[in-house]
C-alpha cells in the first residue's frame, strides 16, 4: 500500500526516517502492521537506521551537557568536577575533554580566576581528604590510596611538603588531641 508523493513511494504509519527507501533514495519506512516489502540489503538497512538513531541520542546528549556546562563558569564546573572526582585518576586532558576547552585554555582561565594551577589544586582537595581520613582513624597506608595517590612516595612528598609533619605524626597528634578532655573553662 505505498502511496506516491513527489514520484516517490512512501509507506502510511511512519514513525522513523530511514536511510534508503526501495529506490536508493532517502525516505520514510513503515511502523506497524504494513511494513516495507523484504529487499536485498533490507537487514543492513535496518541496523544503520538504528546506529544513525543512537549517533542521534548521543549527540543530543552531549549538546545538553555542553548547554548546562556553558550556563557556569568554566572554573566553577572544574572546581566541582575535581571537588567531586578527586580520588580518580585526572589528568588536564581528561578535564578538557570533559569542559570542551583545549587544556590551554582550561589551565590559563583556572590558574587567572583561583591563583593557583589546576594540578595544585587538585593535590590540595586530595591532601584535605587525606587530612580528614586520618582524622577519622583511617592509617595513611589506605589514605593515601582512597584519595587518589598512585604511590606512597609522592603522597609522602606531597603532604610533609603541606603540613610539615609525615601522615603518621599528623594522626598521631590528631589522636592525642581528641583523647584529651576539654579543659573547663574557669
Known amino acids: 500500500m505505498a502511496i506516491l508523493q513527489n514520484g516517490r513511494k512512501i509507506w502510511p504509519n511512519v514513525w522513523l526516517r530511514s536511510i534508503f527507501t526501495e529506490e536508493g533514495e532517502t525516505g520514510w519506512r513503515t511502523c506497524g502492521k504494513q511494513k516495507a516489502p523484504e529487499t536485498y540489503g533490507h537487514a543492513i538497512n535496518q541496523l544503520s537506521v538504528m546506529s544513525l538513531f543512537l549517533v542521534n541520542l548521543y549527540n543530543q546528549d552531549a549538546e545538553l551537557r555542553k548547554q548546562e556546562i556553558e550556563n557556569r563558569s568554566l572554573t566553577e564546573n572544574v572546581t566541582e568536577?575535581?571537588?567531586?572526582?578527586?580520588?580518580?585518576?585526572?589528568?588536564?586532558?581528561?578535564?578538557?575533554?570533559?569542559?570542551?576547552?583545549?587544556?590551554?585554555?582550561?589551565?590559563?582561565?583556572?590558574?587567572?580566576?583561583?591563583?593557583?594551577?589546576?594540578?595544585?589544586?587538585?593535590?590540595?582537595?586530595?591532601?584535605?581528604?587525606?587530612?580528614?581520613?586520618?582524622?577519622?582513624?583511617?592509617?595513611?597506608?589506605?589514605?593515601?590510596?582512597?584519595?587518589?595517590?598512585?604511590?606512597?612516595?609522592?603522597?609522602?612528598?606531597?603532604?610533609?611538603?603541606?603540613?610539615?609533619?609525615?601522615?603518621?605524626?599528623?594522626?598521631?597528634?590528631?589522636?592525642?588531641?581528641?583523647?584529651?578532655?576539654?579543659?573547663?573553662d574557669a
Open 81 to 184: 568536577y575535581i571537588n567531586q572526582h578527586y580520588a580518580d585518576s585526572l589528568t588536564i586532558d581528561q578535564l578538557a575533554e570533559q569542559f570542551f576547552v583545549s587544556k590551554y585554555h582550561l589551565m590559563h582561565e583556572f590558574s587567572q580566576k583561583t591563583g593557583t594551577s589546576v594540578y595544585r589544586y587538585l593535590m590540595q582537595q586530595r591532601l584535605h581528604a587525606v587530612c580528614d581520613l586520618l582524622g577519622r582513624g583511617t592509617v595513611p597506608n589506605e589514605a593515601y590510596l582512597l584519595c587518589g595517590f598512585k604511590d606512597y612516595a609522592n603522597f609522602y612528598r606531597a603532604f610533609r611538603s603541606a603540613y610539615g609533619q609525615s601522615p603518621r605524626e599528623y594522626a598521631r597528634a590528631h589522636r592525642k588531641a581528641a583523647e584529651e578532655p576539654a579543659s573547663p
